[in-house]
């Protein structure tokens, strides 16, 4: 990679998104896309450095800034998409609420269903389906942490004014993006033998542990991908927190 940074950006950001996407036999629904970005009537938007394209024509910079991060298909088709900027911010407001932003990052859902091993009559989760979220753990560990954090602040301005017209009037993208690092790292690692069960109908399998299943959407979706594959991810949003000068999670 060139510049690992905004690869950091794109996906990290949306990891909660995703990392989840398994197929049919989805544990819940997903939310609606998020809604058209404009400005509120009357209010000036905040100048931007000299080197930022406006808002509403940055895509083609961020196209640009991209196109030497991966190889990988699911990402370029990703930066077909219109309106890059908006969509993260919106995806970044989604994951610190602990929302699931689905339809945004569609690209990278990874093949095949979510997998089930039943066992004495009980209903468990398939290891073996983990290794369906190997290879994005695996662009994600290679991503340069301190690369990231000056992508993130070359795009900070656009990214602040991608949240001011979705109506964040008090939290940046620097406090939204940390507020989401901190919803995903405090997903809990499960081992094996996670025990499940039919949920109501429409919705499919959910976690038999209460606790499990009482936990947000966006840190499901983390849980998801495996022991390994989620410290992998963790490890990484800690490192990029760190390198802007912030230490979330544990």
């Given at each position: ?20 996407l ?56 990703w ?105 995903l ?42 022991p390994?594959?989620?410290s ?19």
């Amino acid at each position: 990679m060139k510049n690992p940074g905004l690869m950091i950006v794109l996906l990290l950001l949306a990891a909660g998104a995703a990392l989840g996407l398994f197929g049919a036999r989805a544990f819940l629904k997903a939310p609606p896309p998020a809604p058209g970005i404009s400005s509120a009537p009357g209010e000036a938007a905040p100048a931007l450095p000299a080197n930022l394209p406006p808002l509403d024509r940055s895509d083609d910079f961020v196209r640009l800034r991209a196109s030497g991060l991966s190889a990988a298909p699911a990402f370029a088709e990703w930066l077909k998409q219109e309106s890059l900027i908006p969509r993260l911010a919106a995806a970044m407001s989604m994951i610190a609420n602990g929302k699931f932003p689905r339809e945004t990052f569609a690209a990278f859902a990874p093949r095949g269903k979510f997998a089930v091993v039943k066992k004495g009559g009980k209903t468990f989760v398939d290891p073996a389906g983990y290794a369906r979220y190997d290879a994005f753990a695996a662009l994600v560990s290679g991503v340069d942490a301190v690369a990231a954090a000056k992508l993130f602040e070359e795009l900070e301005p656009l990214l602040d004014l991608a949240h001011r017209e979705l109506g964040e009037k008090t939290a940046g993208a620097r406090a939204t993006f940390l507020a989401a690092a901190a919803e995903l790292l405090e997903a809990p690692r499960l081992e094996d033998g996670v025990l499940l069960k039919e949920g109501k109908k429409g919705i499919g399998w959910v976690y038999a542990d209460e606790e499990l299943e009482n936990r947000s959407l966006a840190q499901k979706q983390l849980m998801r991908m495996g022991p390994k594959n989620q410290s992998a991810v963790q490890a990484k949003l800690r490192a990029v927190t760190l390198a802007l000068g912030n230490s979330v999670g544990r």
